[in-house]
């Protein structure tokens, strides 16, 4: 015995008049040469005439197997997938800007930035720093963080007010080392990241 199993395209067609059917397919009938046609409705010697002319496959009245469930399991996996992208398609359209200082944020001095900042220099008590993206600083801080960011690289002083999604931070946890400050399931997690940073 000899079997061989192909994947088959086919066209579904609800048969309502010879004279819509036989229009749209005198249009379309090219780009169905290579499927199957499946056409629902009363059989027609007309329209078997006119399929045949055309070297068109075709069945009456065939149920299709449907894949119901198997859609209805990708159906929840689609929609996360959406909100994802809903998610997503924002972010996109504001453009991801990095702003890298190198100068000291000396006393009195404030800096409101909306991307991101890396900063090459320390911030001096009472400079202080705004910041709705991550922040990233290089050297000592002893003035006044307020970030909204992904999260936040630092190294503060007992001096520092550091204040991370509108949670001020315990600075004990921040001094002698350059910590990650992040948001994990609405809680603020400290990583040491290294224990004595040189950057140079």
Known sequence: MKTKQYSAKIFEITLEDEESFISFFNKNHP????????????ESENIK?????????????????????????????????E??????????????????????????????????LLLLNRVNSGGSIIINGTLIVTQIVDGSIRCNGDFMMLQ???????????????????????NRVELINNEIVITPVLKETSWV
């Open 49 to 81: 005439r006119y399929l045949e002319d055309k070297n068109l496959k075709y069945l009456f009245n065939v149920e299709i197997p449907s894949y119901k469930k198997q859609k209805s399991n990708i159906e929840p996996i689609k929609q996360e997938l």
């Open 156 to 178: 503060a002083s007992h001096k520092a007010n550091i204040v991370f999604h509108n949670v001020e931070v315990d600075n004990t946890f921040l001094q002698n080392k350059l």
């Open 83 to 116: 909100q994802v992208k809903e998610k997503i398609e924002p972010q996109k359209k504001q453009k991801t800007n990095l702003k890298v200082i190198d100068k000291l944020v000396r006393s009195g001095q404030e800096i409101a930035i909306d991307g991101d």
């Open 31 to 42: 780009l169905l040469q290579n499927n199957l046609i499946v056409i629902n409705g009363q």
